[in-house]
Each structure stands twice: as C-alpha cells, then as structure tokens.
C-alpha cells in the first residue's frame, strides 16, 4: 500500500485506479465476443456431417446454417464510494535515578607568612610607584625613610628639578616623573612678534640666536630649482623625485659657507630634546652640554610655520628595565609636548605623547647610557621631506623666501615654508616694553644677571622678567624660567609626581609645607598554603529512554457495476458459405 500520509483526496482516488476498474468491464464484454464467435465455428462440424435419416444429406444440405450472434452495443456503468483512515502515534518517556556517596577525611596545614611596613617593603625587585602632589608655592620638603630631600630654588621648575636631582643621587626612589597641572594664566604683551610671544602659560623672548627657515619638498622635481638663502647665494636641487630632489638641496646647501641644512623625514626624526640618565624634566642644558632651550624654540617655529601634525615618540637608553623604560619615555614625550605647546605650537599638531623606551634602537648597544639615546624625537608623514636650515656666525636668511610657500602650509609646492629671522637688537625691541598679567603691567628690564647674562641681552630681559614676577606676591603666580621661555603657573596649581623604583626595600614617604604623599609604595605579603585530602566518593547515576512511534492507515472501496448488452443473431458471410461450400464439393468428389 501506498504512504498516503499527507496526501490530498485526489491524490488518494487516483491511486484507487478507476479507470483500470472500467478498463477491465469493456475487456470482458470483448471477451465475451470472442467465445460466441468460437462458438458458432465449432457447431460446422454437425452441419458438414451426413445424417442418415436425411439420405446421407448434411444439415447445410438441407438449407440450415449455423448462426452467429453479435453484441450490437453494450451499456457500461459503475460506482465506487472510498474512506481512508490515516493514525499516528508518538510518545516518550524518560527516566534517571542517581546516588552519591561520600567517605573522606580532611588533613591540611596553613602557613601565612606577611611583612608589611607603612611604605610597604616588596619580596622580589618589581616595579613599585608612589604619587606625590607639590604645589606651586612648596619650599618644604620630601622625606624618603626619614631623610630629606629639599626644594630648593627660585622658582617651582627649578624646585621640582631640585627635589628630582635629590631623590635621583640618594637613590632611594629610584626615579621621578613629572607632570604639571595648570590653569591658563594668559599674558598679553605691547613688544613686537619678533621679539617676544605670549602663550596661555608662558612668555617666549626670541631675540638674538641665528637665522632659520625650513624648506618643504612635497612633490617631484621636474627639472632644477632654484631656492634662494641671501642675496646671490642659492642652492639648487638636482630634478627627480622627492627623495632625490631633498636630498639634493640638503647637499647644496651644506656646501655654503656658514649655512647647514638637515633633512627631516619619515625615516629621519627631528631631535627636539635631550635627558640627563633617569631623568623626565627638561632641563636648560644636558649635562653634556645639549642646549634643550634652543632645540624646543627651534622646533616650536619650524612647527608653527609648517603647520604639520607630528608623532611625539620619547625614547631612553637600555640602563633600565623594559616596563621601567617605556614609563620613563612617555613622560619625557609628555614634558616635551607642554613645552612646545607653552612655545605656541597648536597642541592638535603633537597628539597624545608616545613612548617606546628602549625597544626602538634595536639590537644590543655597547654604550647602555649613551646620551644621544636619552631623547625626545618628532616624527613626519609619509612622503614629504622636511629641510631645516640655519645661518651661523653673522651669516642671514633672505628676508623674502623664494619660492615662497608660507602661506600655503598644509599643501602646495616645493618651497620656504618658515623663515624665523629673531630680533638684532633685544634693547630696542624690549626695552621699555611690558607683559601684563592680571591687569598688572610688569615693565621689561634688561640689567645685567651677575654671573650670567649681559645686559640688554635677550637672556637678560627674560632672567629679570622671572624674577620679577616671583617678586610680586599680588598676582598669585609662580615663574620658572628655561633659557628664553618663562613659565607662568597659577597659585593653587601643582606638580603630580610619579616615583618609579624596582628596589624591594622598605620605603616610606612623608611631605611638608604644601607637599603631600598621595600614594605610598605598595605593600607586599607572602602567604603559602597546602592541603592534603583522602578518602571515597562514588556517583552513580542510572538513566532510561523509551521512544515509541507508529502509524496506521486503513482504507475500504466498495461500489457496483451492471453491463447491459443486446445480441443479434446474423447470417453467416457469405465468403464462409462459399468457402464451406467449395470444401464440400470436393470431399464428395475425392
């Protein structure tokens, strides 16, 4: 049988065959047909034989015929009435049974050893830090373990390098991190742009120095260019491409007399500031002798003029641990982003500080506290070159650049995109000038510094104008000065300092006079633990599964049919006389 699950109701009397039923009807009444026909045929042999009561004449003698019968139509009808009955049958059951058992006897021993102090002293030598706020007006002191290390100073930057230089040579912090948190302070000032810049929290005085200017190659060479330095002295770059045509003008220029020429890109960063070893403060000069003053006034220029956006990447030498290192350069890379910004520069040209450590010079170094290590480095975008330029000795810049691309910083051609010419003459400039803060007018002076500056010098002026301004306890602001650039901090403001040690002695930290100790080194404990257990556990888990599935189909057919036939009798054919006639005629014969 066939699966009639699902199957529609035609679908179901198709299979059931009708037309087969009614098929077979007409092949019987065929049937039929064919046995009256055999019939007829097999009476000849009773009308061909002699009768003796006849005079030895047959039946066909006499006149008489066989006779055949015909179905003239036949009328065909049926009915059929079919029920189909489809049951399915689906069930589960599901059983588990389990038990547990458990027979077990405990043994353990614990043994907590702890050392803590106030500072709290560490087991193994890891990096530990500590935080320390000072504020701006602090002349107190920081005490490490009972010993103190004073700020001792004019000014708070010089304290906080103090109280840095301290804890770095006793040794017993290990290093200092320093961040300045600040409020604008805003300075305006009636001296001249060549002279002197005011920024939100600083003073910048720019007179004196040597001329400087940076060319921009940005696009390839068609052919030479001319870029003109003073008067009749050029330079001229080969054609080629950027590299090529970079390179070339550096080469060019290098080759003059009192001019030199650096060329700054992807591959080659811009060194912008120097450290002393263990040191994240920028200090006026290294103790090699690097003038950090004049590398961070020189970049502030090149990146106010040029208008680019930089990568800020502080690095160190390989002295120290590699997680001590990468905290050490993001500090530097952060002091150095507050300077350049306190110089003017746009803080969305610098981005967020990064750091690397000593990871970025590669393979091992000889010289593990090589200095030139020890650095704060602007890197530039792809495919422009940056060349920076300087006038030595009585040597000048043209005061027109040519080609002139000042006015186009953020793209246009290959050309002078900076020309810094700082003022000749700072008593002119600055002389009975003033910078005012707080609507209070502080006159610009140039006495001579004892035992530094000359007087009337650009050094003069800005060492007299800090000074001064520490000297006014009605403003409420601190000044610290760095070579040309003061400083301005606001009453209330503070240093945050981060004391980095991987020493696991004991360490502890007390402040005085607006220092306070926000964080001390972290504690450290050692505990030891160990447990021995013993016995039985038996789980015993049973489970059943019984899945049953059936489907029963019933189907019943029942109907009648009825065949009405009429049937003649007709005379044989005449061709089955004749032929009967001829078979006669010559049996009689033979």
Not at 332 to 353: H, K, T, W, Y
Not at 423 to 447: C, F, Y
Not at 471 to 496: C, Q
Not at 525 to 536: D, I, L, P, V
Request: aromatic share 6%.
């Amino acid at each position: 049988m066939a699966d009639y699950d699902g199957l529609t109701p035609g679908q179901v009397l198709a299979d059931a065959s009708v037309a087969d039923f009614i098929k077979s009807l007409g092949l019987s009444v065929a049937e039929a047909q064919k046995a009256l026909d055999i019939n007829s045929v097999e009476q000849l042999d009773a009308f061909i034989k002699p009768v003796p009561g006849l005079g030895g004449k047959t039946l066909l003698d006499m006149g008489l015929m066989p006779a055949f019968y015909h179905f003239q139509h036949a009328d065909i009808s049926c009915s059929m009435n079919l029920s189909l009955r489809v049951e399915k049958d689906f069930g589960v059951n599901f059983g588990i049974e389990g038990n547990f058992s458990d027979t077990s006897s405990d043994t353990g021993n614990t043994d907590n050893q702890s050392s803590s102090s106030s500072s709290g002293s560490a087991t193994a030598a890891a990096s530990r830090e500590a935080k320390v706020k000072v504020d701006s007006k602090a002349v107190g002191a920081l005490s490490v373990n009972g010993q103190a290390n004073q700020l001792a100073g004019a000014d708070p930057e010089a304290r906080i390098r103090a109280l840095a230089k301290s804890l770095q040579e006793k040794g017993t912090a290990g290093t200092t991190l320093v961040k300045s948190n600040r409020t604008p302070v805003n300075p305006t000032s009636n001296a001249p742009g060549r002279a002197l810049k005011c920024e939100s929290n600083a003073v910048v005085f720019l007179g004196g120095g040597f001329h400087r200017g940076v060319i921009r190659v940005s696009k390839a060479a068609a052919q030479p260019i001319e870029y003109d330095l003073h008067g009749n002295i050029k330079a001229t770059g080969a054609a080629g491409d950027i590299p090529t045509h970079a390179a070339s003008v550096t080469s060019e220029i290098n080759a003059k007399n009192g001019y030199s020429a650096t060329n700054f890109h992807k591959d080659f960063s811009m060194g912008v500031c120097l450290f002393d070893h263990d040191v994240a403060t920028v200090a006026e000069k290294t103790a090699e002798g690097v003038d950090n003053d004049e590398l961070l006034t020189n970049a502030a220029e090149f990146l106010k003029d040029s208008g680019i956006t930089v990568v800020v990447e502080g690095r160190t030498d390989r002295s120290g641990k590699d997680s001590y290192n990468q905290k050490l350069s993001v500090n530097r890379a952060e002091n150095v982003i507050r300077e350049l910004v306190d110089r003017g520069v746009n803080p969305s040209q610098l981005g967020s500080a990064t750091g690397t450590g000593e990871t970025a010079w590669g393979g091992p170094d000889d010289n593990s506290k090589d200095p030139t290590k020890r650095v704060v480095l602007l890197k530039f975008p792809e495919n422009v070159h940056y060349i920076y330029v300087k006038a030595e000795g009585n040597k000048q810049l043209k005061g027109t650049p040519v080609p002139d691309q000042t006015g186009n910083k953020d793209t246009g051609d290959n050309g002078w995109v900076s020309l810094f010419r700082p003022s000749n003459n700072a008593a002119q400039d600055l002389g009975g000038q003033a910078v005012t803060i707080k609507n209070t007018a502080i006159p610009l002076r140039g006495d001579a510094i004892q035992g530094g500056a000359e007087a009337d010098s650009v050094d003069a002026f800005a060492a007299n104008f800090n000074s001064d301004v520490n000297a006014n306890a009605g403003l409420k602001v601190s000044a610290s000065r760095v070579g040309r650039r003061v400083s301005l901090m606001n009453e209330g403001d503070d240093f945050e300092l981060t004391l980095v040690t991987t020493t696991n002695t004991s360490i502890q930290l007390s402040g005085s006079q607006s220092v306070s100790v926000t964080t001390q080194f972290s504690r450290s404990s050692s505990n030891r633990e160990t447990t021995s257990r013993s016995g039985n556990r038996t789980v015993a888990v049973g489970a059943s599964l019984d899945v049953r599935y059936g489907r029963q189909f019933e189907m019943n057919v029942t109907g009648n049919s009825a065949i009405s036939a009429r049937l003649v009798s007709v005379p044989a054919p005449p061709e089955f006389l004749a032929t009967m006639k001829e078979f006669l005629t010559d049996s009689e014969d033979d």
